[in-house]
């Protein structure tokens, strides 16, 4: 649903920095402050919206940068109205391939939109699916279809719920924002400047979205997978799911990047993908108090503030290096979706608390990097990425224990001794890491780590601690689609999301989601 609701009301945006201090020690009466504030320029405020924070800390003098909407005695401040859904017509039903971001807010916008959305998850629901995380990190065993990966909610359910996003379409962002408020996520995500739910807090919002799916006439299908397509000319006119065959009028497929079995399926049936760019490498962990102590540059700023983040990026050798899904007070997790290999990823609970900080480490992986395996066509960087994570199961030991390694110990090329504590829950084994990828990849992750330290003086901690391998940042295929948003060879099918190769996070799958359900909606 399209709104101009800030139309209506003539408002003032007013940009200000506020000292921390300043900020945190009239935290209990802000509102006030900030009138006192800004008196001066607007002696007559009626209300105060706030509708971006971030924080400045390149100088000890730390800053909160505030965006407000300033309403004044004669403004109105109006309240946004909430999504408003047609009844459903059965007649125009829409199969989605995956409940992640992109499925989850694809079958929203096809309600809002009048169209029936027919949810295909090949793994299990929320409360189900914890069951299988916990055993792969209590005991190694892998569920293959319901795991950090596979499930309601997709990875982002059990791995951070992060909503920072490089995309600029803003009034769509505020929508899918709004709509994770109203379903149980703070209000502060509607305007702090890396807005984060939390792994604690996500599955319940998600479960919550799925309600209103339900409620709205929507049809989910968990522990359903997608096995096969049937096309004729143009158009695909069945689907075989769980071993039957059904009618299909409209296909999103938004089944998230570590999905390859569909990648297969589409290169089975002759439907046209394409080797992607992507990145790789290690996620790399520090205390959260050394970062801390890094980027706020004094106790009193520590005590004040949350716990610190980084985003660091590097050019070695032409190529991009760069950190990658940053968590605060974080933990790693086992993200493999197949037995005998490993992966690495990244979350945090919503208050940020935990003792570590990681991040990923990884760079740009392509053509050059996956000459070996050029006989895969489409599939050549995929088969890569495989490569590498089996190579790292061997290297830790089976059980997904992931191969490890101090950070200083990888920069002067030797084997740990002893490995520095960890989040790890299912263990780590004491590998030289320099010998996991190709040379030349491993000589842009160390320089890189070099260059990072001139930065961020500290980088290269004697506490730090690197894993293995960091892999699935984005999909190594891209499922090529036109300026519609269906694909070339067939008009009813809508790739979708990351697995598609056309997001890179929670928002801008959720965003693309949006707009292939949009697409769809306007050709009925």
């Known amino acids: 649903m399209e709104t ?9 945006i007013v940009e200000i920095s506020v000292s921390i ?7 209990d009466n802000l509102y006030d402050f900030l009138v006192a504030k800004l008196h001066g320029k607007y002696p007559d405020i009626n209300a105060i919206i706030t509708l971006k924070k971030s924080t400045d800390a390149r100088k000890k003098a730390i800053k909160h940068n505030l965006r407000l909407e300033v309403f004044t005695e004669n403004d109105f401040p109006l309240k946004k109205p909430k999504p408003e859904y047609k009844t459903v017509d059965t007649s125009k039903f829409v199969h989605i391939i995956g409940f992640g971001p992109a499925g989850i807010f694809a079958a929203v916008k096809c309600l809002e939109l009048g169209m029936k959305p027919i949810v295909i998850e090949r793994g299990k629901s929320v409360k189900n699916r914890r069951r299988d995380v916990a055993q792969l990190n209590r005991s190694g065993i892998i569920n293959t279809e319901s795991n950090y990966c596979y499930g309601e909610g997709g990875a982002g359910t ?6 920072y996003t490089r995309s600029h379409k803003r009034g769509k962002i505020q929508e899918i924002l709004d709509l994770f408020v109203e379903h149980g996520a703070d209000p502060n995500i509607l305007f702090e400047a890396h807005p984060h739910i939390g792994t604690n807090k996500l599955p319940e919002i998600i479960q919550n979205l799925r309600e209103t799916i339900l409620e709205r006439g929507g049809e989910i299908r968990f522990d359903h997978k997608l096995e096969d397509v049937r096309y004729a000319e143009n158009h695909v006119y069945e689907i075989k799911v769980n071993g039957d065959w059904e009618k299909c009028n409209h296909l999103i497929l938004a089944t998230g990047h570590s999905a390859r079995d569909i990648y297969s399926i589409l290169d089975n049936r002759a439907i046209a993908i394409e080797a992607k760019p992507f990145a790789m490498g290690f996620r790399i962990e520090h205390p959260q108090s050394l970062i801390n102590n890094i980027q706020y540059h004094t106790p009193e700023n520590v005590k004040i503030l949350p716990p ?3 985003s660091l990026v590097c050019q070695i050798k032409q190529k991009g290096v760069f950190s990658f899904c940053m968590c605060p007070g974080g933990v790693i997790a086992p993200a493999a979706t197949a037995d005998e290999e490993v992966v690495v990823n990244g979350w945090s609970p919503s208050k940020r608390n935990g003792k570590f900080a990681n991040s990923g480490w990884v760079t740009e992986i392509g053509p050059d990097e996956w000459k070996e395996y050029a006989h895969f066509d489409a599939l050549a960087g995929l088969e890569f990425q495989k490569s590498i994570e ?4 061997k290297l830790g030991g089976g059980k997904f224990k992931v191969p490890a390694q101090n950070i200083q110990d990888f920069l002067s090329n030797k084997i740990s001794a002893k490995l520095n504590n960890s989040s790890y829950f299912p263990g780590m084994t004491s590998v030289n890491l320099n010998e996991l990828y190709p040379t030349e990849v491993t000589y842009r992750l160390r ?18 601690v690197i894993t293995a391998p960091e ?6 295929v891209r499922i090529p689609r036109t300026n519609s948003l269906y694909h070339p060879d067939l008009i009813n099918l809508y790739p979708c999301g990351e697995g598609a190769g056309y997001a890179g996070g929670i928002i801008s799958a959720a965003l693309d989601g949006f707009r292939v359900a949009h697409s769809i909606g306007e050709q009925l």
């Open 308 to 310: 610190a983040s980084y």
């Open 158 to 163: 059990f791995s951070d719920g992060k909503l």
């Open 390 to 393: 089996r190579k790292a199961y």
């Open 447 to 464: 320089e890189g780590l070099r260059e990072m330290t001139k930065r961020l003086k500290g980088f290269n901690h004697k506490d730090g």
């Open 471 to 476: 892999s699935r940042t984005s999909s190594p």
């Open 21 to 27: 201090h300043d900020y945190h020690t009239n935290k």
């Open 4 to 12: 101009s609701w800030k139309s209506i009301v003539p408002v003032h």
